[in-house]
T-cell receptor, first 112, second 113 residues
Framework: TQLLEQSPQFLSIQEGENLTVYCNSS?????LQWYRQEPGEGPVLLVT?????EVKKLKRLTFQFGDARKDSSLHITAAQPGDTGLYLC????????????FGTGTQLKVEL | NAGVMQNPRHLVRRRGQEARLRCSPM?????VYWYRQLPEEGLKFMVYLQKENIIDESGMPKERFSAEFPKEGPSILRIQQVVRGDSAAYFCASSPIPAREQYFGPGTRLTVT
């Protein structure tokens, strides 16, 4: 059983469309991170959310941390081909040292 | 400020050979983490090191795998007697302090033939 379940697993959309991907768990976290990984590269940190209900915006990307700090969502407005990549949520487990536990990932493809 | 550097970017080894993966953390970062990414398993933690110390190796396979981060030079992930199941992308990350924000390198793609 995965600690962090992401949905959908795959998403293929046209440029200009909006989309939302989800990261869900039954556990409570003190913070949660979102990464984007492009083919052949390492994950790049997009945002860290800390407070329940927190909303952070990064240009066309909007991140929300659930009120109970068990889940998070990433919404992309007017997707562009440059948004293509693997989106990963991740948490640092309490008492787990400094190791990140990653979600199952959402593979996004934005086509012209 | 250069990012995390890993080399080689691609490594091909025959079964039974040794693989050595190198990671140079960002300048000023003394904490290094290794992760492995398998298509069917996702990105998984392997080991956390500080200079000259292994802090957490709970994700490392018990045999054939070892890691070090010497006082001078890069961190090394060493895989002895590689098997096909070791084929994966290996990522190194670093941070200046024990922190939730870790900066990842581009990875080493290991292929075992």
């Amino acid at each position: 059983t995965q600690l962090l379940e992401q949905s959908p697993q795959f998403l293929s959309i046209q440029e200009g469309e909006n989309l939302t991907v989800y990261c869900n768990s039954s556990s409570v976290f003190s913070s949660l991170q979102w990464y984007r990984q492009e083919p052949g590269e390492g994950p790049v940190l997009l945002v860290t959310v800390v407070t329940g209900g927190e909303v952070k915006k990064l240009k066309r990307l909007t991140f929300q941390f659930g009120d109970a700090r068990k889940d998070s969502s990433l919404h992309i407005t007017a997707a562009q081909p440059g948004d293509t990549g693997l989106y990963l949520c991740a948490v640092l487990l309490t008492g787990g040292g400094n190791k990140l536990t990653f979600g199952t990932g959402t593979q996004l493809k934005v086509e012209l | 400020n250069a990012g995390v550097m890993q080399n080689p970017r691609h490594l091909v080894r025959r079964r039974g050979q040794e693989a050595r993966l190198r990671c140079s953390p960002m300048k000023g970062h003394s904490h290094v983490y290794w992760y492995r990414q398998l298509p069917e398993e996702g990105l998984k933690f392997m080991v956390y090191l500080q200079k000259e110390n292994i802090i957490d190796e709970s994700g490392m396979p018990k045999e054939r795998f070892s890691a070090e981060f010497p006082k001078e030079g890069p961190s090394i992930l060493r895989i002895q007697q590689v098997v096909r199941g070791d084929s994966a992308a290996y990522f190194c990350a670093s941070s200046p302090i024990p922190a939730r924000e870790q900066y990842f390198g581009p990875g080493t793609r290991l292929t075992v033939t």
